[in-house]
């Protein structure tokens, strides 16, 4: 198999995507939705009335901001606040804010894979917030932690929001909480957000919204393997398919196939497709409380406290290592 392009990304992007539509059960990774046309689909996604998690947890951060600040002091200062795909930043705005005003000694290291993302908080959140200190790093999650320990020995305050947790398998989850602790030391906090089982109704209207914003964003990854990597999907003999299984807490999308077809991708042997066959495409994974404290003890941390919203949808937890 010989990948299209030379430079690194592509030819992971490109190994990936042919891996998964070579398997038994086609399957793409949902990683790679947010390219530029994904980023705004998702944007619109956070903004449509069916999904509530963005809802969910802006609330928290702006009803219970003082509350989660003191949680967040309270380990001692000073300390390193470092945002796992910080994004905009527009939530754990209000948080660097009431930090600032009762003047704790912290320095916010926003993590994420992009480096525009990165130029962006470093330029843009010193002038917002007068006086924050602010190293952004641009990378891998766990490799840019592992540089953050290099940088200051000040105690670890770790957020990951926004229900992230949720686009791997609960295995993968487990493996990621025991990584996160393997990286911090006794005494480091973090904040997760996870997004709690609730009306099954709800949760499937979330991820087969109304003005077919989802379906896009799931057709737009085949957009940009066309594009990106010369394949010939036709995009309107797919059908999007969301589900949800409220035993399980599995919420899954799939793209699923209107006729047979054949796909080509340079370098690689024709991939077919039966009618009705299907590519998964994403997971949203939904929690119980008791599973979330189960994550917690199996990875050697400690649950202090959590902070839901009104409804109790959502919850941003806190364990200490
Ligand atoms: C980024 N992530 C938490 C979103 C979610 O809810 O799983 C991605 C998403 N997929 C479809 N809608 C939103």
Not at 100 to 119: M, R
Not at 176 to 188: A, M, Q, S, T, V
Request: glycine share 6%; charged share 25%.
């Amino acid at each position: 198999m010989k990948p299209p392009r030379t430079d690194s990304f592509k030819t992971q992007f490109y190994e990936d995507v042919v891996a998964g539509l070579r398997a038994s059960t086609k399957h793409l990774d949902a990683k790679y939705f947010y390219d530029a046309e994904g980023d705004k689909l998702f944007q619109q996604i956070m903004n449509c009335k069916e999904y509530y998690l963005t809802n969910c947890e802006m609330e928290i951060f702006t009803h219970q901001t003082k509350a989660i600040a003191d949680v967040v002091i309270s380990g001692g200062q000073p300390f390193d606040l470092i945002e796992l795909g910080a994004g905009d930043a527009t939530k754990s705005i209000h948080l660097l804010k009431n930090l600032l005003a009762q003047k704790a000694d912290f320095t916010y290291l926003p993590i994420d894979i992009s480096g525009h993302v990165i130029a962006m908080l470093n330029a843009t959140l010193p002038v917002t917030l007068p006086g924050l200190k602010i190293q952004g790093l641009q990378g891998e999650y766990f490799q840019m932690l592992k540089k953050a320990a290099t940088l200051s020995n000040h105690r670890k305050v770790v957020l990951f929001m926004g229900a992230n947790i949720g686009n791997m398998p609960v295995k993968d989850a487990q493996a990621f909480c025991e990584e996160l602790r393997y990286h911090l030391n006794p005494g480091d906090m973090v904040l997760i957000g996870f997004d709690l089982k609730k009306n099954p109704e709800t949760i499937l209207a979330a991820y087969n919204d109304s003005q077919g914003i989802t379906k896009a964003f799931n057709l737009n990854l085949l957009t940009r393997i066309n594009r990106e990597l010369g394949a010939d999907f036709n995009v309107d003999q797919f059908h999007h398919y969301a589900t949800y299984d409220p035993e399980t807490g599995a919420c899954k999308s799939y793209l699923v196939s209107l006729k047979q077809q054949d796909i080509h991708l340079p370098d690689t042997e024709v991939i077919r497709f039966d009618k009705d066959e299907y590519i998964w495409m994403e997971i949203s994974q939904k929690y119980t409380r008791e599973q979330i404290a189960g994550f917690a003890k199996r990875s050697g941390f400690r649950s202090v406290t959590d902070f839901s919203d009104s409804k109790d949808w959502f919850v941003d937890t806190v364990w200490v290592a």
